[in-house]
């Protein structure tokens, strides 16, 4: 998931400075999670900008699952507030920059709507893990070397982002010489690896990690699938499991 966070109101306000007519648009999937952009947080961002004088002319809260940065389920609630969105002044995004920028393109090139879009969150990278705490355990960097490294990614677990092994700083009690509250990350690996019976892999000479896949912005094409197939999938799960 996307770790975010909500940027300080008095940012938020400086974005809408002489916008007087705002829509609102919030993310079902990580920025609920987060409480950055789901129902009631965007519908607190509206009590918030009418106090602030603000005429909000939708507040667009997206039910749990429903994305931001996949088209085909956020332009149906695009659609449905197009008259909204052509009347605004400004369009305050409640997700991260990938959900703002998949909305503001559809509006531009889809709509013709041409309109100030600014973000109300401050997106982290990859967490994992919750309900409550949430850990970075990817950077995206496109050449996944957790394979080798016992299923930990040393890019983001040591502070350093070293692939070739320990800093010299690490102390002698396998804490990380920045923090020294965290594991060292390649102390976790060694053990991990200890366990698994695999410690000859760092012995193994492997080629440089390939930073030219982490060049941006990066584009994948994929077969689309059956959405309302896949909601259909969604429903039978969620009656399996009683709710």
Same mark, same amino acid.
């Given at each position: 998931m996307m770790g975010q966070v909500q940027k300080p109101l008095e940012e938020i306000m400086e974005y809408l400075n002489g916008a007087k007519k705002i829509v609102i648009m919030g993310c079902g999937g990580c920025a609920t999670i987060f409480h950055t952009g789901g129902v009631k947080e965007v519908e607190d961002m509206a009590e918030t900008l009418k106090k602030e004088g603000k005429e909000v002319l939708?507040? /667009?809260g997206l039910p749990f699952?429903?994305?931001c940065c #996949?088209?085909?389920m956020s332009s149906m609630f695009v659609n449905q507030f197009e008259k909204e969105f052509r009347d605004c002044d400004a369009v305050l995004m409640m997700s991260c920059g990938d959900g703002l920028q998949v909305v503001r393109s559809y509006l +531009? !090139? +889809?709509?013709?709507? /041409?309109?100030?879009? #600014?973000? =109300?969150?401050? =997106?982290?990278?990859?967490?994992? &893990?919750?309900p409550k705490e949430f850990l970075e355990k990817c950077q995206g960097c496109g050449e996944c070397e957790v394979g080798l490294t016992a299923g930990i990614c040393p890019l983001t677990q040591c502070p350093k982002g070293l692939l070739n092994g320990p800093c010299g700083g690490t102390r002698p009690n396998g804490k990380c010489e920045v923090d020294p509250e965290k594991d060292c990350a390649w102390v976790l690996i060694y053990e991990r690896l200890k366990n698994l019976g695999k410690l000859s892999l760092l012995k193994k000479i492997h080629p440089p990690h390939n930073w030219e896949k982490a060049l941006r912005p990066r584009k994948l094409e994929?077969?689309?699938?059956?959405?309302? +197939?896949?909601?259909? &999938?969604?429903? !039978?799960? /969620?009656?399996s499991l009683g709710i």
């Open positions: 939708a507040a /667009i699952g429903v994305f #996949y088209l085909p +531009e !090139k +889809e709509k013709g709507i /041409i309109k100030p879009v #600014y973000p =109300a969150n401050n =997106a982290l990278g990859f967490f994992g &893990e919750g994929v077969e689309p699938i059956d959405l309302l +197939e896949k909601l259909k &999938e969604t429903k !039978k799960v /969620i009656q």
